[in-house]
């Protein structure tokens, strides 16, 4: 589903060009549960943006699901992420004037949705991260964690493909962080979308399928994680599993 073919990506810094991405070639398929890991300064934001079409390669082609991310329109690239993609950052990017629900629901009404059918889809989410008791909330209300949790149920909302996470345990305790990756595992088990996450943390890698190591932006290593089933897809599940979701088990 997304193929990355001897992408660089170069920065100017004052008088030096600093090679973020250096010819990577990657390719994961639809369903991956990836983790890219790697120092500091290795290129892991880097990826991620260019995968979510928020900055350009300067050589090489990437492609999302059929979408040429990498050379497409600003038209394509606001539809592609209208359509196909998720995207978790550190900081949450709540609406702080809106309720939990209506900040799920915003990006279904963005697409034209009808507000009852947006929300009955956004309740549906904050009950997969289990914040249901929350939805009549303000944000500002919420704990870091509950924040983060919204923060998943609103870039799933729109069913995308393409779940994109960068440190998104960064701003976290431990029980939060952990309930986070919980929810990460249970989005990989019930394949709600193609998962690619951006971590230092081992815990968080080690919840994943394969994890890619950057290191210098080029690829070092590219592995079978740990993650539930250690790479195998489990059979397709039905909804019923969806009780696992609220008690996620820590450790
Ligand atoms: P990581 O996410 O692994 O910390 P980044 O992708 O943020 O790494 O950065 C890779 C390299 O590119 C670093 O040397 C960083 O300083 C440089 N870099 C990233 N973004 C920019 C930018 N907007 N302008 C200049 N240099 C940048």
């Not at 973020?20 to 300064?41: H, K, P, Q, Y």
């Not at 059979?235 to 008690?247: C, E, L, N, R």
């Amino acid at each position: 589903m997304i193929e990355l073919k001897q992408v660089s990506r170069r920065y100017r810094q004052g008088d030096n060009l600093v090679v973020a991405l250096d010819r990577v070639n990657l390719g994961i398929a639809a369903g991956e549960f990836v983790a890219i890991t790697g120092e500091s300064g290795s290129g892991k934001s880097t990826l991620l943006h260019l995968l979510g079409g928020l900055d350009r390669p300067d050589e090489g082609e990437i492609w999302v699901d059929g979408v040429a991310v990498g050379s497409a329109s600003e038209k394509e690239l606001t539809k592609y992420r209208r359509e196909k993609l998720g995207i978790v950052f550190q900081f949450f990017n709540l609406l702080p004037t809106l309720t939990v629900l209506e900040n799920v629901a915003l990006p279904l009404q963005l697409q034209g949705q009808r507000l009852h059918r947006a929300e009955a889809r956004a309740r549906e989410l904050l009950d997969l991260v289990d914040l249901a008791k929350r939805a009549g909330h303000f944000t500002f209300q919420l704990s870091g964690g509950e924040m983060q949790r919204a923060a998943v149920a609103r870039a799933l909302a729109h069913r995308p493909r393409l779940l994109l996470a960068d440190e998104p345990t960064g701003n976290l305790d431990e029980v939060n962080a952990g309930r986070i990756m919980a929810l990460f595992g249970a989005i990989d088990q019930q394949r709600l979308a193609t998962l690619v996450v951006v971590t230092h943390s081992p815990e968080v890698a080690a919840q994943a399928r394969r994890v890619v190591r950057l290191r210098n932006g080029r690829i070092e290593a590219d592995v079978a994680g740990k993650g539930q089933g250690h790479g195998r897809r489990p059979p397709v599940v039905a909804d019923d599993d969806s009780t696992s979701i609220g008690h996620p088990v820590h450790g």
